[in-house]
């Protein structure tokens, strides 16, 4: 397939584009394989010179179209083919509705020529092939392509952990992806349990996810592992492997608590399906809690509920109350916060191991662990950690990141498989972040370009489902990685956090309904001017970089007293 067959008309001039908060753009418009690139016109006193405006097409989610015939049909010129011929005054308008959330409207005179443009973004913005996307067409100057790839590889990682104990080992069992398709190739694991067994293990575990090391807890030497369910079925087949693995975590007389994010109900289900639970029989050290967390459709219409309502500036504030509390995603983030909370006190506090896991194993399972770190570990919180964090738990991990961001708030399409836990996970950084604003080294600028690059990149990082596809489309060696982008000097200042001070304490977040707000700076991010927000920001950062501890602590707490203000809250919108 090539490009150009899908584009249908290439170029269209005088395009009017504008979005809310932003002044109208006149210029002209071009279709390019990945890009939708308008060039406004030079001269005059609104636009005194060239500006080009560039978007991703892979970050279109949804197309409405809307022509108008103002006119009648003009016949062609003598040298014309009667395909020239138009409809004099005719036009159309293209609304573009992005996966980032924002929204962009283009006025295109010419009835055909819009409907073309339309197609032409449908088609493009449609094209599934991993290989066929951006990333492996993009190429800065500023960057090589093997950079940022080897930041943060799981030996250093277990070096760590070696450092403190000796109960655990790297394995290479799925080195050639056979024993578990989604998982990487190497993985750490009991140092007491053979290659062998972890392979009879891999076969009573839906997808082959035995159960490996997340976390190890240096406070205490407890552990946080994850896998997917167990294949017990209605006849209650038992696994001795499994058992054994699971049974080396655990010292004589001590116990560990296995945390399923699925409902007791949903787990009986699953288990006249061919899947289960660990039966206390033949487990005996571990307790199963059933903390259930919402995955797949219901989570992703809460989110398009919830983009729906802010979008809606119509509503007075009774509606808006309650069109924000039956879209339920607040409920979806305290839920998701309690549970790796109570995975973090079943560690910290309890000094027991856990186990987490929900069906598959690639998506709660993975929301859990990755929050339960950030909670406990100061290294998670600070701007490489919390990459290297992304790396282990969610990309690594196999999070399927092509099926779950293949479709944004927005889109026509009916529900495959997308489900925002990606962003569930952010929103939950976001809470922790604003609850605690000294302890977390980088800031929400961070958050909302994770959010951005996972649903339309540049970069190849959250690009396939696992490990083993981005071995196949060989994207460590065809991409740039969006870590090198990240890290460089002139970039990485953005992302870092003015306020940020080492706390080596655990950071115990309030799950009240009160304590658990709205992320404005995403789901307002493209409704309302932040202008005021970002001055408060800037200023807070050139004190800041004073290094006046007493002035960081005024700043901050003025800056609250400003968010919460009743006035301010009212100038700046909802």
């Not at 489900?419 to 929400?444: G, I, K, N």
Request: glycine share 6%.
């Amino acid at each position: 397939m090539e490009f150009s067959e899908l584009i249908k008309t290439a170029t269209v001039e005088s395009v009017l584009l504008s979005c809310v908060g932003l002044p109208a753009v006149k210029g002209t418009l071009c279709i390019t394989s990945h890009h939708l690139l308008l060039s406004s016109c030079p001269g005059g006193d609104s636009q005194p010179g060239t500006l080009e405006l560039w978007l991703l097409i892979r970050n279109v989610d949804a197309v409405e179209k809307r022509v108008q015939n103002l006119g009648w049909y003009q016949p062609p010129r003598t040298n014309d083919s009667p395909r020239d011929t138009r409809i004099a005054g005719s036009s159309g308008t293209i609304t573009l509705r992005c996966k980032d959330l924002k929204v962009l409207q283009l006025e295109i005179p010419g009835m055909e020529e819009c409907l073309n443009i339309a197609s032409s973004i449908e088609a493009l913005s449609s094209v599934d092939s991993v290989m066929m996307m951006y990333p492996f067409f993009y190429r800065p100057q500023s960057l090589k392509l093997e950079e940022g790839w080897h930041l943060f590889p799981l030996e250093q990682y277990f070096q760590r952990i070696a450092s403190q104990t000796s109960q655990w080992r790297l394995s290479d069992v799925n080195r050639d992806f056979t024993t578990c398709p989604t998982y990487p190739p190497t993985v750490i694991v009991p140092a007491a349990v053979d290659d062998d067994t972890l392979q009879k293990a891999a076969r009573f575990r839906q997808g082959g996810r035995f159960p490996v090391l997340s976390y190890y807890h240096c406070k205490n030497g407890t552990a946080m592992l994850r896998s997917s369910q167990p294949l017990t079925g209605p006849n209650r087949k038992r696994c001795r492997e499994d058992e054994m693995l699971l049974g080396t975590i655990l010292d004589e007389g001590e116990r560990g608590f296995i945390i399923d994010t699925r409902s007791a109900q949903a787990a009986k289900q699953a288990r006249m399906m061919g899947g289960g639970t660990e039966p206390k029989s033949s487990y005996p050290q571990w307790r199963r809690l059933h903390r259930p967390l919402e995955r797949g459709r219901p989570l992703q219409e809460s989110f398009i509920k919830l983009v729906e309502a802010c979008n809606d500036t119509s509503i007075n504030m009774d509606r808006w109350l309650s069109r924000l509390e039956s879209c339920r995603w607040l409920s979806h983030v305290k839920a998701a916060l309690s549970t790796a909370c109570l995975a973090a006190q079943c560690l910290d506090r309890e000094e027991a191991s856990v186990l987490v896991h929900g069906a598959e194993g690639t998506d709660t399972t993975l929301l859990v662990t990755a929050l339960a770190q950030v909670i406990l570990d100061p290294s998670c919180r600070t701007l490489a950690g919390f990459q290297g964090l992304l790396e282990r738990e969610w990309i690594e991990a196999g999070h399927p990141f092509h099926l779950r961001c293949a479709r944004s708030a927005y889109s026509h399409a009916r529900l495959k498989q997308e489900a925002p836990l990606f962003l569930l996970f952010l929103d939950c950084v976001w809470q922790l972040s604003r609850q605690f604003p000294f302890s977390l080294e980088f800031s929400e600028h961070l958050l909302l370009t994770l959010f951005d690059n996972a649903y339309a990149s540049a970069y190849g990082t959250f690009l396939c489902n696992n490990e083993k596809e981005r071995c196949l489309c060989k994207v460590r060696e065809s991409t740039h990685a969006l870590w090198a982008w990240l890290n460089q000097p002139g970039e990485k200042k953005k992302y870092l956090n003015p306020l940020y001070s080492h706390n080596a304490l655990v950071i115990w977040p309030s799950v009240e309904p009160q304590s658990i707000q709205l992320w404005q700076g995403l789901f307002f991010r493209w409704i309302r001017s932040s202008q005021y927000l970002d001055e408060a920001w800037a200023e807070v950062q050139r004190l800041a970089e004073g290094g006046d501890p007493p002035v960081k602590e005024s700043v901050e707490s003025r800056l609250s007293r400003s968010l919460s203000d009743p006035a301010a809250q009212t100038e700046n919108g909802r």
